[in-house]
């Protein structure tokens, strides 16, 4: 029943922003930690940031003050505001949610691509 909806990937110039979206539907546990993987070709899949149901956040160090995670869990939605994006950045970024009895579950993917 639980899908996670990405939304937000795209095209973009370096020194760009992007705004991707998770939005979590048929949730039936409490969801606690939320957070974005990324994974681009020939390389595994990282944690780029993720955050707890009580606001505590974390990010890799490659993204530190350049990505910001959010969310809004009245609309079971998490957000990762991207800024400065390099080519770097560019990967399938994949939603992840966590809930509360351990169960877990990952979006699709959606893919950014950061040109230089």
């Known amino acids: 029943q639980v899908q996670l909806v990405e939304s937000g990937g795209g095209l973009v110039q370096a020194g760009g922003s992007l705004r991707l979206s998770c939005a979590a539907s048929g949730t039936i546990f409490s969801i606690t930690t939320m957070g974005w993987y990324r994974q681009a070709p020939g390389k595994q899949r990282e944690l780029v940031a993720d955050?707890?149901?009580?606001?505590?956040?974390n990010y890799v160090d490659s993204v530190k003050g350049r990505f910001t995670i959010s969310r809004d869990n009245a609309k079971n939605t998490v957000y990762l505001q991207m800024g400065s994006l390099k080519p770097e950045d560019t990967a399938v970024y994949y939603c992840?949610?966590?809930?509360?009895?351990?169960?877990?579950?990952w979006g699709k993917g959606t893919l950014v691509t950061v040109s230089s």
């Open positions: 992840h949610t966590r809930y509360v009895r351990g169960a877990s579950f």
């Open positions: 955050i707890t149901n009580g606001g505590i956040t």
